[in-house]
């Protein structure tokens, strides 16, 4: 009777216990999601995780939080980053092709496509004359703006070492883009324009990129209520 009740109360504890969850603790207030560590802003309930595999190849993973757990919502094996590999974000350079390390707000998205009504508010569809600054001499630097308000030399050659980006310039990269909060201080010389956007040819300039499905999928989800951040780890 005794060795009856035993494997009564261990089969009880079994199915009390909570189920395992992709997360784990990573000191206050942060999670360990795919193995990167994440620091979610509070009332974060969607995360992207960049776990860099090999080279500038990484796993994307897009993350939701439901009844107080992390799941894995989709996953992209064929990841990038810059071409140069990672960097803590306080040593950046611009221009030296590496992507900052850490986790960072995901404000609003942008692309080549009209807004749909079941997307996010906040979403922008790129314009003729729309640029991403990077004029170190500018009061917009690291900023999305139109060469029609001025405050930019949106006429520098894409050699200047102060050259904007002209998004419509990248219509394969930009067609679905998010942008990350790096260097939302504009400090200069630090560099800007990191977003996730579609896959190129190869590695990026300090971008994180996935492939198309991917990134489409993504900007159709993300909300900006849902105070989502991406979290990019070695």
Not at 26 to 34: E, I, M, P, R, Y
Not at 62 to 68: A, M, S, T, V
Not at 176 to 193: E, I, L, P
Not at 200 to 219: M, N, Q
Request: aromatic share 10%; charged share 20%.
């Amino acid at each position: 009777m005794k060795k009856l009740l035993v494997l009564v109360l261990l089969a009880t504890a079994l199915v009390a216990a909570p189920s395992a969850t992709p997360t784990a603790a990573a000191g206050a207030g942060s999670v360990v999601l795919d193995g990167v560590t994440v620091k979610p802003r509070p009332g974060t309930r969607q995360v992207v995780t960049v776990n860099r595999t090999r080279g500038w190849r990484a796993r994307v993973v897009f993350w939701g939080r439901h009844d107080g757990r992390w799941q894995r919502q989709f996953t992209a094996t064929d990841g990038r980053i810059g071409y140069n590999g990672l960097v803590r974000p306080t040593r950046r350079v611009q221009g030296s092709g590496t992507t900052p390390l850490g986790t960072f707000r995901l404000p609003y998205s942008f692309g080549m496509h009209p807004q749909r009504d079941a997307w996010d508010p906040s979403y922008r569809r790129v314009r003729r004359g729309d640029y991403w600054v990077l004029d170190n001499q500018s009061a917009h630097y690291n900023r999305y703006r139109n060469r029609r308000q001025g405050g930019f030399r949106w006429r520098l050659g894409s050699s200047h070492p102060d050259s904007s980006e002209r998004l419509k310039d990248y219509p394969q990269q930009y067609e679905w883009a998010v942008v990350t909060s790096f260097n939302r201080r504009q400090v200069k010389r630090r560099g800007g324009a990191i977003f996730l956007h579609v896959n190129g040819s190869g590695a990026t300039a300090g971008c994180v990129s996935a492939p198309r499905w991917f990134l489409k999928r993504a900007v159709r989800r993300l909300s900006s209520g849902a105070a989502p951040v991406i979290a990019i780890g070695r």
